[in-house]
């Protein structure tokens, strides 16, 4: 029961992480004209992205679990009001980072609910915790972007 229930919870965050690629994928070059800083903090984000799918995607077969390689209803919703939302906003650059700091509060919180739960096995809470610093301390880098403009 135990193993379903760890499995339950990183397919959630494997659906969030895949949620993460997708937006990242959203993101486009010439928001680095503005924001050209935060180009090598970006490109970190979407390679610990790919790292953290792998772990996840490992620990629930370790588990005896089917991966559930997919994206989220939710970030594909949000996904879809960012295309509608920037089709009408005059900057589509500060809009699209704005979103990208969003949806890594939303993964931070989903992170945490996950650490909380208690339905997570000790090597596991362990390695989400350890993704759950480097979503903090990505977000971190890009929550002040106003101060980040060339």
């Known amino acids: 029961m135990q193993n379903e229930r760890t499995v339950s919870v990183l397919n959630d965050l494997l659906n969030i992480t ?7 994928s959203k993101v486009e070059d010439k928001v680095w004209e503005t924001y050209s800083p935060l180009k ?4 970190q984000m ?3 992205s790919q790292t953290m799918k792998s772990e996840l995607m490992s620990l629930i077969r370790e588990k005896g679990g089917d991966a559930d390689n997919t994206t989220s209803t939710a970030g ?15 900057d589509k ?20 609910d996950a ?3 208690g339905d997570l096995c000790p090597e596991s809470s362990r390695i989400v915790s350890d993704q759950l610093h480097h979503l903090k301390s ?3 880098k890009f929550s002040n972007l106003n101060e980040m403009k060339n």
């Open 46 to 48: 979407v390679s610990q």
């Open 115 to 117: 650490l909380d739960s």
């Open 93 to 112: 650059t500060e809009s699209t980072l704005e979103n990208v700091v969003f949806g890594e509060e939303a993964a931070i919180d989903a992170y945490q």
């Open 76 to 90: 594909a919703i949000h996904r879809a009001w960012i295309d509608v939302k920037n089709s009408f906003s005059g």
């Open 40 to 43: 090598a903090d970006y490109d």
């Open 18 to 24: 895949n949620d993460r690629i997708e937006g990242f």
């Open 138 to 140: 990505s977000y971190n």
